[in-house]
């Protein structure tokens, strides 16, 4: 794998999406209109592959077949082997969809990853910036005649995405023609192998439901459906993943393997690549028995054919999650016997963690506090000796969680940027943009852990300097945003899309936004973006025991700077005067923010004394835990950053016109007497 031609490419490429200065950037994209065209060293030359899916193409009389950037399960991230898009364009920007017909290759996506495309692309590619569905379905019906075959491995489809494209290409005389054979894989002559290793399970510390509790409680789940399912068909890797209590490898920072399940009342089939299940894990699913909590393993690659088999029985209903079920599956089931939700039982219930999970969250989440704040202190002493960068930055975080108890490594690329890469959206710090850190500019790093108990996110922004007046009102109205959300008491069954804008009130009030979401769920041991819970309109209402992230507040200054503040919270019981069943955050990630930034007095008192008992928590559990690791000058570095701050006034803020007042109306008291 690491001698591919192609996976060189990628990697060069990956390494070089974005240069900073103007003298760069001259030479940065391609030019296609010169003769002959320019093309920087991060293009990637995609000739061969082209020229061999169309010889695929022309043989199965497919006038243009369509590449998605996803794979089977619908993945946030995705596996090398599963990078079709990557390896067909050059370009590896998290979202983008690309069409190839006999005489054309396009490539859609947003403006998130304009010029990283130009940067990545040879000139077989053009680039359209409006990455809708359907601006590629008018592409097509104005580029093919009719009657053409459109084609697409309806694994990579979601639901949606075929439907949008059936609405959009209805009437348009084109064929919307699926074919289970990825022609890209065909001509992929050295993609990247399944991974070798065996799937692990949790060690019984850290859970307190057994996989056959799990599997009973979504059984009941099934009987109290009112349309009766007979089965239940699980797509998502983290469903069965959560389901059973094992772990993999198989997606970069995520713990997950190539899975499905078929549960029913009396039957489960684990659809996996049998041969890394061991003896021990064999025994631990009872595999080798027929009784409703036994597990049959079945091969991976078999899942179509089983469930084609599955639901030519007569009196049967299956129960499919849409959003993260593909279209292979989803076509094989009759509406009859079909049955829809948006998420899975698995997926709601995963969401409430139990006690246990709950309390070993908690738990990684000290340890993690650890390590950040190892980096802080480190980068507080180094930094002005002028030799430490973003990416040795990021070097040092990943190696203080690497020495925590249970860490499994990062739980996603850490962010690592400084001036004005920090207002860049998705940076990533790379060998040709890596920025020295100075005392002059703020520093922005967003990093994660993956630990046995607990995924675990958390972002500070600091400044080694003199912030400028500017840059401590953004950070501290970013602050208020991430308290008011963090204080704030609401009704059991509230979703966060309700409660967001909590989060963006102060930078309103100045005339500042962030262009990105406000938060997102947080798992044990799972992805760093555990759906279905957080601030968006498809995110599922809040109940007890949730945990989501919480920021991500922010404001970012173009070619300036960048400020994030994001940590974990757990949604608890709120004690109110009056009603029941009402909820708050408790937030569990532990590092405190930068002094330097903070404004204080733009807070109110009640956002003060938020942020005063938040420091203590911080003193009462990471106190004791740098202690125990024998890390004392730590220690000390945390109790000088988490003293109290004052809690004077009742107000928000006081403002230069009213200490006027104030002095007058003194004044004014004083001639009188």
Not at 276 to 303: F, G
Request: aromatic share 10%; hydrophobic share 40%.
């Amino acid at each position: 794998m690491a001698s591919s031609a192609w996976m060189l490419a990628v990697c060069v490429a990956a390494l070089t999406v974005t240069v900073v200065g103007a003298a760069a950037n001259k030479q940065a994209e391609r030019n296609c209109s010169l003769t002959p065209p320019y093309l920087p060293s991060t293009a990637v030359n995609t000739s061969l592959q082209l020229q061999q899916l169309r010889v695929q193409m022309q043989s199965s009389n497919i006038s243009a077949y369509i590449i998605p950037g996803t794979d089977a399960h619908m993945s946030e991230y995705i596996a090398l082997r599963d990078a079709r898009l990557a390896f067909m364009t050059g370009f590896t920007g998290s979202a983008g969809t690309a069409v190839v017909t006999q005489s054309k290759a396009v490539l859609w996506t947003d403006s998130r990853y304009w010029v990283q495309a130009e940067r990545q692309m040879d000139c077989n590619w053009e680039l359209e910036k409006d990455a809708s569905i359907s601006s590629v379905a008018d592409w097509l019906m104005s580029e093919l005649p009719l009657g053409s075959s459109v084609s697409f491995d309806p694994f990579l489809f979601s639901l949606e995405t075929f439907q949008n494209y059936a609405s959009d290409l209805e009437s348009s005389g084109l064929r919307l023609n699926p074919i289970t054979t990825n022609l890209v894989d065909t001509v992929w002559k050295d993609r990247p192998p399944l991974s070798a290793e065996s799937l692990i399970r949790l060690p019984d510390r850290v859970i307190n439901r057994s996989w056959q509790m799990k599997v009973q409680e979504i059984r009941n789940l099934m009987m109290e459906n009112l349309n009766s399912p007979t089965a239940l068909l699980l797509s998502a890797l983290d469903e069965t993943a959560w389901l059973f209590n094992l772990r993999g490898n198989d997606i970069p920072y995520n713990p997950f393997f190539y899975s499905y399940t078929l549960l029913t009342q009396n039957e489960i089939w684990l659809f996996v690549h049998t041969e890394r299940v061991t003896k021990d894990l064999e025994e631990y699913l009872e595999a080798h028995c027929s009784d409703p909590l036994c597990v049959q393993l079945k091969p991976y690659d078999s899942v179509l054919q089983e469930l084609s088999k599955y639901v030519l029985q007569p009196d049967i209903r299956v129960w499919i999650g849409t959003e993260y079920t593909n279209y292979a599956l989803f076509q094989l089931i009759p509406q009859a016997k079909l049955i829809t939700s948006t998420y899975s039982p698995v997926l709601t219930s995963k969401a409430v963690k139990d006690e246990t999970e709950e309390q070993v969250l908690r738990d990684a989440h000290v340890r993690d506090a650890v390590a950040v704040i190892q980096l802080l202190m480190w980068l507080e002493n180094v930094v002005p000796q002028g030799n430490e960068t973003e990416l040795s930055a990021a070097e040092y975080v990943n190696k203080c969680r690497s020495k925590q108890k249970d860490n499994r490594g990062p739980s996603f690329e850490t962010i690592s940027a400084s001036g004005p890469n920090a207002a860049l959206a998705h940076y990533s710090a790379s060998v040709e943009t890596n920025r020295r850190l100075t005392v002059d500019e703020m520093y922005l790093v967003d990093s994660g852990g993956q630990y046995l108990d607990g995924t675990t996110d958390i972002t500070r922004t600091v400044h080694w300097g003199t912030p400028t007046q500017m840059q401590k009102e953004a950070f501290t109205r970013v602050l208020m945003g991430n308290i008011e959300i963090s204080r704030t008491v609401f009704p059991s069954g509230t979703r966060g899309v309700n409660l967001e804008m909590l989060g963006r009130r102060a930078l309103w009030e100045v005339g500042l936004n962030y262009g990105h979401g406000t938060g997102h769920g947080v798992g044990n041991y799972f992805g760093v973006h555990e759906w279905p819970v957080g601030f968006q309109t498809n995110n599922i209402p809040f109940r007890a025991g949730m945990f989501t992230s919480i920021g991500e507040p922010g404001y970012y200054k173009e070619n300036d700077f960048g400020i994030r503040i994001e940590d974990i919270a757990v949604t608890v019981p709120a004690q109110t005067k009056y009603g029941n069943n009402y909820l708050t955050f408790d937030t569990v990630s532990l590092v405190p923010y930068d002094r330097k930034l903070i404004d204080i007095s733009l807070l109110s008192t009640e956002q003060r004394k938020w942020l005063n008992k938040y420091y203590e928590t911080i003193r009462r559990l990471v106190g004791p835990e740098l202690d125990k690791q024998g890390l004392h000058e730590e220690n000390n570095w945390m109790l000088k950053n988490t003293e109290a701050f004052p809690e004077l006034g009742s107000s928000a803020s006081i403002c230069s016109s009213s200490l006027t007042l104030i002095a007058l109306a003194a004044t004014l008291l004083h001639s009188v007497s």
